[in-house]
């Protein structure tokens, strides 16, 4: 169901003794042989190494593929190089480069020749993904053993480039981060013979205030492409004209009537399109005190959103904005920090928290931190959040734990996304046609 992902120490600890010259070998032999079966036609290979572990790689792998005929040397003149070999900085390396480091690196990007890197581009944090300055952009990245949490959260996962995993003899060990693989869709419950539209699931989906009724449908209509069996909304009266006219299999009802609603849910969705007023506020604050089933909270029930105390399970699923919000920091600090912001939310809230993103991050307390990079540019566009909202409810709804509702909403966001013909010119509404096969196998 996931891969494990390696921080700087978990790799330490995993080569400990070990011959660290045949672990050399097998790495720069792994790094030497990607460069031939990726660019068959490169005749210059120019390698820049560092002074440490992973400058030996480097150089290794540049004698290797000196004896497979190529021209291939060390140097820090790229002019004619067809193709670069990064061995500038290694899994260690934390902070930003010198300035004669980060100037080098410079000229690696300003290079058009692609770069291969060796373990992790050199420049970013191999345990966070963090760049805090100057970092190689690579085409192909040949790590050793597993993937380095660098190379699956941003930023540093968008300078990855291809990601190859090269085997080195060691042992596989638990891990303090995984990635989520396409697998972990197996746990969603299916519908069988005995359920019926409740045992299947039911959601209740709150929200919908006058002029943000769109979301509202979005959400109620996720869930049930998301295989729940019933869905009810509740939106403000004056919004009723609107869903009633939109929504066809969902029951609808207002505000006022969302305690016998929520009798008959199995899980809530509350947020998408609520509003920001005195009203909305108090009716967020009032759920989470009386509900006894899981809710997953979104959009504006964040705003503004307080620690709190439920027996029942949470689910928060911010963006880098809304999240910034929740820990009193800007939202281009959590796109710097992406993994330290989702702890102090989970710290702070003690529930399951989903971090949006192409690289979406899902903590809980006291259980390892997963990351699912299923999907495409796709999802960048208004309304993927509601999409991503709907699917968590359903999952929640259906008896799932809510970190593997979250891991597996965003694995069957993704999936339905890489599942869309043309990709380009894609809504959100799209995914709605592609996620029943996405959960189908």
Sequence with gaps: MVEPLYTADEMRVGEAGHDVAELVERAARAVAEQVLERFPDARRIVGVCGGG??????????????????????SHDLGGAD??????????????????????????????????????PSGVDASTGE????????????TFHGRKVGLAV??????????????????????????????VLGLVPAKTARDNKYSAGSVLVVGGAPGMTGAICLVAETALRADAGYVMVAVPEASLPVVEAKLLEPVKGTWAEVDRLAEKAGAVALGP????????????????????VPVVLDADALFGLEPFDRVASTVLTPHSGELARLVGEES?????????????????????????????????PGK???????????????????VLTGIVAAFLA???????????????GGVAAELLDPQRGAVASDLLTTLPRALSG
């Design 368 to 386: 390892r931190v997963l990351v699912c990079d299923l999907g495409t540019p796709a999802l960048a566009t208004a309304g993927t959040g509601d």
């Design 332 to 364: 281009r600090w959590v796109d710097a920090h992406r993994l330290e912001a989702l702890r102090r939310a989970v710290d702070r809230f003690g529930c399951t928290v989903l971090l949006k993103g192409a690289d979406t991050l899902i903590g809980a």
């Design 83 to 120: 193709v670069v070999v990064d061995a500038l900085f290694g899994t260690g390396f934390q902070g930003a480069p010198r300035e004669d480091a980060a100037a080098l690196i410079e000229r690696i990007n300003a290079r058009e020749a692609p770069v291969v890197a060796v373990d992790i």
């Design 131 to 142: 760049v805090p300055g100057a970092a190689v952009e690579a085409a192909v990245t040949v």
């Design 53 to 74: 572990a992973n400058g030996g790689d480097g150089r290794i792998a540049l004698r290797l593929l000196k004896e497979a005929g190529r021209e291939a040397e060390e």
């Design 398 to 412: 259906k008896g799932l734990e809510p970190r593997t509702a979250a891991a597996a909403a965003a694995a069957a």
């Design 154 to 183: 941003g930023p540093g996962a968008r300078l990855a480039g291809d990601v190859v995993v090269a085997g080195i003899g060691l042992t596989p060990a638990d891990t303090a981060h995984a990635r989520v693989t396409r697998a």
């Design 273 to 292: 399109g609520l509003g920001r007023t005195a009203e909305a506020r108090a009716l967020v604050d009032q759920l989470l005190r009386e509900l006894d």
